[in-house]
């Protein structure tokens, strides 16, 4: 089939849910890769730029108060909303110059950081009435700790206001495992990491009549990377989910369900393969990234040890300057490299990569 063909910029609304449809098509999905600050986001649309693909950039709350500055108050989540909201703006100006599109994202949000989201919604009403589309692609409600009555009505009190702004909002059903962002569920109950196919169907009948919606239904998903044998993913959970709502509700479409794996870091490739034959169409990753940021900031303070001692002096004579070395946008450089290096290479893993015409 043809590559689906895309302009740069956000993708909101119909456009988003376009891509995904084609996704599931293809049997691929995007990266949703968390930033924290400028040098992440440029590091992202660069991947995407190579990878010939749309990217899905999302902030969670943490990253969003580190993108206002660690030391800004953060009371009533002011810093958190101001930090994400100028993020969004970023990509907004910077997405055509890369020439690539991006689906912008808030990643997990519990039900004690709602008026983060709350806050984004009113500055996503904002950018509406300007510019008639929403700041934000979408954003994710994360009450998997709680009821799933609560959870579902909750995340359709959401979804209501959010479809008012042709906006996504990506629930979770089951626990992501592990420990991310000061969000610590290394000790959550075992079965909650296993979704059950039936609470996807009464999610996805209570929320399908009020917008559109993603699920990350957990399947053994863990926060981070550890060793090898240590998670045991079960990815059938997402074929026997669609499989639910598709015969339960008489549906024509193989895949009617919109999927998100969380946890993507370290996955093995055979498990992330076959999550993509079931509807997978966003793939979670920050630990991998997060290392391949960091390592090859490291290794040039261990090259440059000598030169960056001091201003001034160096193994070349005691007068010799540093500055050139100490310039913190040449291991900053370093550290967006590797960072775009390892996204490439989970676009690829994700069947991604080269899979849209974006006219580059």
């Given at each position: ?5 895309l ?35 440029n ?74 989201i ?30 799933l ?49 039936e609470?996807v ?26 060793k090898p ?23 024509n ?34 630990t ?10 490291r290794?040039?303070?261990?090259k ?47 069947r ?9």
């Amino acid at each position: 089939m043809a590559k689906m063909k895309l302009k740069p910029g956000v993708l909101t609304g119909n456009a988003l849910q376009d891509v995904f449809a084609y996704c599931k098509e293809t049997g691929c999905a995007l990266p949703a890769v968390n930033v924290i600050s400028s040098s992440s986001i440029n590091a992202s649309l660069q991947a995407a730029r190579e990878a010939s693909s749309p990217i899905m950039i999302q902030f969670s709350n943490g990253g969003s108060a580190f993108n206002a500055g660690k030391y800004v108050d953060n009371t009533n989540q002011r810093a958190a909303i101001a930090g994400a909201a100028a993020g969004a703006l970023h990509v907004w100006k910077l997405a055509d110059l890369y020439g690539v599109p991006v689906i912008l994202h808030t990643d997990h949000c519990a039900r004690k950081l709602l008026p983060w989201i709350d806050g984004l919604i009113e500055e996503g009403r904002q950018f509406y009435k300007q510019h008639g589309v929403p700041l934000f692609s979408s954003h994710m409600i994360d009450l998997s700790e709680d009821d799933l009555d609560e959870n579902i009505k909750t995340s359709g009190e959401y979804l209501e206001q959010m479809a008012k702004l042709d906006m996504t909002l990506e629930i979770e059903l089951g626990v992501t495992g592990g420990e991310e962002d000061g969000v610590d569920n290394t000790q959550v109950d075992n079965a909650k990491l296993y979704t059950q196919p039936e609470d996807v169907l009464k999610a996805y009948d209570a929320l399908k009549p009020l917008g559109k919606f993603t699920v990350a239904a957990a399947f053994g998903n863990t926060h981070g990377v550890y060793k090898p044998g240590n998670v045991k993913l079960r990815p059938e959970i997402l074929k026997h989910s669609q499989e639910k709502v598709r015969t339960d509700r008489g549906l024509n479409e193989e895949k009617p369900l919109d999927l998100v794996f969380h946890g993507g870091s370290g996955s093995e490739l055979a498990q992330i393969h076959e999550a993509l034959q079931y509807g997978v169409v966003k793939m979670n990753i920050d630990t991998d990234t997060q290392w391949a940021y960091t390592r090859p900031v490291r290794e040039y303070m261990d090259k440059n040890h000598d030169y960056l001692m001091a201003q001034i002096g160096n193994p070349e004579g005691p007068d010799q300057p540093n500055k050139k070395t100490i310039d913190p946008r040449k291991w900053m450089v370093e550290g967006e490299k590797g960072m775009t290096q390892r996204l490439v290479e989970a676009f690829d893993n994700l069947r991604s990569k080269d899979q849209f015409d974006l006219g580059l």
